[in-house]
């Protein structure tokens, strides 16, 4: 029992102590450019490489080889997804069928696994990821997921959903990849943990892997493209403020927005 208890104790210092380490590395700078030249000095030095995290050869190298030793889906506790599993729930009351999905920053498909455990039928889940993590899922013959470096790639598949988590803030040109995402002109479009500002901030964020661009999303340039493509917000939710999760540079707030396409 006491061991137990000071198990907790030390998880909960470490957790402390890591929240508190990530808070003051984290940096904000004005400019793109100024980011940049920031997060290739830091990463040369300390990480040995000066190219975008995400898009590291590296880096997606070990995550595919944990998704492969692992049964590919953590069922019992995946609260990312919960909006996720709600819509879907919506969806399914609504019209009968499961939804047709294209996930962008999708990693290797793992989301595709986690819902057919919990709606127990296969569905389509197509992923749209950096040319690293595509040419992985390639080479070791994944299967379950289509997977495009890009939306227009995908063009020629339909979708009644595209969904992206906590990804378009981590893209350093996020205004084209937004667009193509209208673009799509798909039903119902399910963005989470988004991280919204109008200061035009770009944050370095660090990790143990090394450092990440966190763009504040402009949410009045987001409103603009939910008016010209036709669509209206039908869910709307605060993100909680935490320092993995996003809302990272000064006046930054995170949403979670369900957005569907208005019939003319």
Known sequence: MIKDILKIIFIKIKDFFSFFLKKILNKEFSSLKEYILFYKKKNNKKF????????????????????????????????????????????????????RILDIGGGFGQNYFYLKKVFETSCVYDVVEVESSVNLSKIKKLNHSNFFINIAQASKNQYDLIYTSGT???????????????????????????????????????????????HQISFEYLKSLISKYNYSIIRQTDVPFSVLEGNLGTGSFGKNLILKKVKN
């Open 48 to 99: 040995k490489y000066d190219s975008i995290l995400y898009s590291s050869e590296n880096y997606q190298t070990k995550n595919i080889n944990n998704f492969l030793s692992s049964e590919n889906v953590d069922f019992v506790t995946n609260p990312y997804n919960q909006i996720l599993i709600e819509f879907i729930g919506y969806f399914l009351l609504k019209y009968k069928f499961m939804p």
């Open 168 to 214: 378009l803030q981590y893209i350093l040109n996020y205004t084209i990849v937004l667009n193509s995402i209208f673009e799509k002109n798909v039903n119902y479009i399910v963005m989470t943990r988004n991280n919204f500002g109008e200061n035009n901030l770009v944050v370095a964020q660090y990790t143990e892997n090394g450092y990440l661009p966190v």
